[in-house]
């Protein structure tokens, strides 16, 4: 079983930068794909982009596409979500989430098998 362990959110104003790191120990980090995911209030857990094991195929929602970035460095079992030009919708405990198959499958939150306990996103207007 694999632990995974954000970090990273915080306040930002519109318009600002965030990072996101997710560190993770335990099953072999690169035969996975991975993915990030957010959920805000009163809403359900959505998904907003996600990377091959190797890094070379990435996806992503359309409401992020152009401004977020996620990538990989598999030396250091560490995934990222670089994200900008925040928006005050992307307000949301974002989660990271290994696949559950070696490779990626889809967007649904149920291809995904381990995840981490997430961190808190806020864009003020």
């Known amino acids: 079983q694999v632990q995974l362990v954000e970090s990273g959110g915080g306040l930002v104003q519109a318009g600002g930068s965030l990072r996101l790191s997710c560190a993770a120990s335990?099953?072999?980090?690169?035969?996975?794909?991975m993915g990030w995911f957010r959920q805000a209030p009163g809403k359900e857990r959505e998904f907003a982009a996600a990377i091959s094991g190797s890094g070379d195929s990435t996806y992503y929602a359309d409401s992020v596409k152009g401004r977020f970035t996620i990538s990989r460095d598999n030396a250091k079992n560490t995934v990222y979500l670089q994200m900008n030009s925040l928006k005050p919708e992307d307000t949301a405990v974002y989660y990271c989430a290994q696949a559950s198959r070696t490779y990626y499958s889809g967007r649904s939150p149920s291809h995904f098998g381990s995840w981490g306990q997430g961190t808190q996103v806020t864009v003020s207007s």
């Open positions: 335990g099953r072999t980090f690169s035969s996975y794909a």
